[in-house]
């Protein structure tokens, strides 16, 4: 079974990152996760990417496990740009874990 990923993205206004690459890394890295719009119903956690530091990505509501992406950073720490598409994996993963639970 696929773990549903809804994904939010910020304006992209100034981005150190660019969102829509991030999500094609984590497809490669996550062949058995499924990347749709925040939008949809279904989806078990959110993962909001924020392009810069200003982290302006509205928030919706959502009673699921939520990720927040903000420039280089994953739930506020700090990575490499090279490092940002496996933590973001990793926190997905650690997500996953609490929604079995």
């Not at 062949?31 to 509205?58: H, M, N, V, Y």
Request: charged share 25%.
């Amino acid at each position: 079974m696929k773990t549903i990923i809804g994904v939010k993205f910020c304006g992209h206004c100034n981005p150190l990152i660019e969102g829509p690459e991030v999500i094609e890394n984590l497809k490669k890295l996550g062949p058995d996760l499924e990347f749709l719009s925040w939008e949809e119903q279904q989806k078990d956690i959110l993962l909001i990417i924020s392009g810069c530091t200003a982290d302006c990505a509205t928030r919706p509501q959502f009673k699921g496990p939520v990720i927040n992406v903000s420039g280089s950073s994953v739930e506020r720490i700090q990575y490499s740009l090279s490092e940002l598409p496996s933590q973001i994996l990793r926190t997905i993963r650690e997500k996953e874990a609490v929604c079995l639970d």
